[in-house]
């Protein structure tokens, strides 16, 4: 029987912690760590090209345009970019997908845009049929941080008609929801607006290795077995770390150490 797609399972829970150190290890090279994370979620997400832009809103219209410099392609080729950058440099036709998220104003926002939008709404748009279809994006999911008047965006386009699943937004969202205000290069956050950043946290020994074993993409059943406790208490463990780190779920965990990518999971 197939996994489920709408599963996020415990090997991707492992690549995403694994994806947030290579790129930490990029130090302050914006282009590198773009074209990687581009890399890792085309990878994990199963898409067939991706792009990375910033946008600034005007604040006279209201309306939101890619800052031209800021936009790097992957696996798009040249013909396709042509038909892009029309949008990327020009703003024309607008995306009404960008429009909507701008409007709505989240910090972090991870959408098709048939959620967004409707299915046929936005393949009628003439954004859809001006821009995307010719540059052969059929499918796609949008994720944006956003500070201020500027945010952030992933692109993750299929050729073919295979939409992306709730797995793969929910990838997405905990990436964003840690790492996001990292990925700002063209104008830095004040440190007042990003997202805190988590210290150290002080954890009796116990704890601290069930977290190591999770962070390890482990299941709890797993973590028993290495740690040689039962089942029933590494669950109880689990429901102490999460009232200590103050989440309620595995995902905003790992949300939450992202956020501290130069960190390292206690040790055992």
């Known amino acids: 029987m197939s996994v489920d797609d709408h599963d996020v399972r415990d090997a991707d829970i492992h690549a995403l912690v694994r994806l947030s150190r290579e790129v930490s290890e990029l130090g302050d090279d914006a ?3 773009r074209e990687h994370i581009l890399l890792g979620f085309s990878h994990l997400c199963g898409a067939d090209k991706a792009v990375f832009a910033e946008f600034r ?10 800052v031209v410099g800021s936009v790097q392609f ?7 970019r042509q038909r892009l950058a029309r949008f990327y440099e020009r703003n024309e036709p607008r995306d009404p997908v960008i429009e909507y998220m701008g409007r709505v104003g989240n910090i972090v926002m991870v959408a098709r845009p048939s959620d967004l939008l409707g299915d046929r709404v936005w393949r009628a748009s003439e954004h859809y049929n001006e821009i995307r279809r010719p540059a052969g994006i059929v499918e796609q999911v949008y994720a944006g941080f956003r500070i201020g008047d500027v945010a952030c965006g992933i692109g993750l386009h299929r050729r073919d008609a295979r939409p992306f699943q709730k797995r793969d937004l929910r990838l997405l969202d905990a990436f964003m929801q840690g790492a996001g205000s990292t990925l700002h290069i063209i104008s830095k956050p004040k440190v007042e607006e990003a997202s805190a950043v988590v210290g150290p946290v002080e954890l ?4 601290a290795a069930v977290l190591a074993r999770f962070m390890r993409g482990e299941t709890e059943k797993m973590a028993a077995q290495h740690l040689g406790i039962t089942h029933h208490t590494v669950h109880s463990y689990a429901k102490q770390l999460y009232r200590r780190l103050g989440v309620s779920s595995r995902s905003e965990l790992l949300a939450r150490y992202i956020r501290n990518p130069n960190g390292q999971p206690p040790s055992e």
């Open 31 to 33: 282009r590198a760590k």
């Open 57 to 66: 809103q005007d604040n006279r219209t209201g309306h939101w345009a890619a």
């Open 74 to 80: 992957l696996n798009t080729p040249d013909h396709e």
């Open 204 to 207: 009796p020994p116990r704890l």
